[in-house]
């Protein structure tokens, strides 16, 4: 008989659980009883129920809310009711708080667990068919623009109310890899997404670099037939191909300056002509520009148009780089993991241990979201335990400043009762942030403070530098 779940026990009265298995079994599911707190969390890890039975007084060192807790740190999700024989109810209520999904009281009714095993799967595999549709979505629409980071709901604000406007041009800015063309396809979805026919609304996005000298014109463009030796027919260029959508011209500060030029007329006056024609197409197309240059700077050196920098720039967005935006990365973490987890078939994969959390927080990401990305990919392949540890990140992130975590988790800010030299505690300091700033003395020195010089003077004393 194919099982309706896996369902964990944990009691130290081994006669309440055993008869809870053998009810549970009759029904179908599969169990396993744990009868001390012992590795308990490390087992429950280990054997990945659906959910579980859990007592609150287990007379151990640890009871069932320490239990309870420690699964919710290592962020493993799944339901857990709560067994107590207190009258009160007042522990159980606690245990609501910290995450239990019901409670039952001790002498229970088999058939009451029943009827809460049933529901509580039921609506565990409703919330599942819910996130799975969720994926579906985004893999229809594009992948989502993750952040919650003040900056970030920021940025989505304002760019959802650029794209519902229905402007006709908008620059996007920011470092490689922060995810410009994640967040182009979610204008082009906000700009279209309930418009009939929304699946069709094209949208293109062509890199400005990628396509040859000789090639870019006619790509863009179009051509007529016979405009040049190769231009054996007509062809429709991206602008013409992108009609009634939006075009994302990628690393636009790369451009060359003529077809700048022929960019701001169709910006400005809506319309195309092909390479060799004589008749102006008229266009209906949202235009967005990104560049990881600073415009600003290459108009001021000659490098680009001041008015199609000003044309673009109307509606402008820049992505901060991850390194500006911390509370980010771990949002970022889970959405790759469970992203990656589905696409490997590697379900068992839920989380990242505490310790590579940290050393991913103290990381500067240099590559942006993209290595964040590729990193978590990586990790999803390379292992299959339900928890990723340290040993699964590259060596510039999980090995380089491996000690510098170490170090964090034992060094407190509160006076330890046998005391501490002023010198350690100075010196503490001085080195995590150096390491924090991939030893940049002036970001340092702006971390503790001080000022240039004497931050300095400060890391030669301790031989830091």
């Not at 300056?257 to 390479?275: F, H, I, Y």
Request: aromatic share 8%; glycine share 6%.
């Amino acid at each position: 008989m194919r099982k309706k779940g896996r369902i964990l026990l944990l009691d130290d009265d081994e006669l309440i659980i055993s008869m809870l298995s053998r009810a549970l079994r009759k029904e179908g599911y599969e169990t396993q009883l744990l009868h001390s707190s012992e590795m308990a969390v490390e087992k429950i890890i280990a054997w990945q129920p659906d959910m579980m039975f859990l007592d609150i007084e287990l007379g151990e060192e640890l009871d069932g809310l320490d239990i309870l807790r420690m699964l919710q740190a290592e962020r493993i999700n799944f339901p857990v009711v709560m067994l107590t024989g207190d009258d009160s109810s007042d522990s159980a209520i606690k245990a609501l708080r910290y995450g239990a999904s019901d409670y039952l009281h001790k002498p229970f009714n088999v058939e009451e667990v029943k009827i809460v095993v049933d529901r509580i799967l039921k609506n565990s595999r409703m919330q599942d068919e819910i996130d799975y549709l969720k994926r579906a979505q985004v893999e229809k629409n594009g992948q989502p623009f993750i952040g919650e980071s003040a900056a970030i709901i920021q940025l989505l604000d304002d760019a959802r109310k650029i794209a519902t406007a229905g402007v006709s041009s908008i620059l996007i800015t920011g470092k490689s890899g922060t995810g410009k063309e994640v967040l182009a396809r979610n204008l082009h979805h906000w700009r279209f997404a309930e418009q009939q026919g929304f699946e069709t609304v094209p949208f293109i996005a062509i890199n400005c670099t990628a396509l040859p000298e000789n090639l870019i014109e006619g790509e863009l463009f179009g051509h007529v037939k016979g405009a040049f030796t190769d231009a054996k027919s007509d062809k429709k260029g991206v602008f013409e191909l992108a009609n009634g959508g939006t075009l994302l011209l990628d690393e636009i500060g790369d451009m060359r300056p003529d077809l700048q030029g022929k960019l701001l007329r169709v910006l400005e006056e809506r319309t195309v002509r092909r390479v060799g024609g004589k008749v102006d197409l008229p266009i209906d197309v949202t235009i967005i520009a990104s560049t990881n240059r600073d415009l600003k700077k290459l108009v001021a050196e000659g490098l680009f148009r001041e008015d199609l920098y000003y044309r673009l720039s109307s509606f402008f967005i820049n992505i901060p780089p991850l390194c500006e935006r911390e509370t980010d990365v771990i949002r970022l973490t889970e959405y790759f993991l469970q992203k990656f987890a589905q696409k490997y078939s590697k379900k068992q994969v839920k989380t990242l241990a505490k310790e590579a959390e940290e050393l991913m927080l103290e990381y500067l990401w240099p590559g942006n979201v993209r290595e964040l990305r590729n990193v978590i990919e990586r990790c999803v392949v390379m292992e299959s335990a339900p928890v990723l540890g340290v040993e699964c990140l590259p060596l510039d992130i999980g090995g380089r400043k491996a000690d510098s975590i170490e170090r964090r988790k034992k060094f407190q800010i509160l006076l330890p009762e046998e005391g501490i030299s002023l010198e350690e505690v100075e010196r503490e300091y001085l080195q995590l942030a150096l390491e924090r700033t991939n030893n940049n003395m002036t970001k340092a020195a702006k971390l503790l403070k001080v000022s240039y010089d004497v931050f300095r003077y400060q890391a030669k004393k301790y031989n830091l530098l």
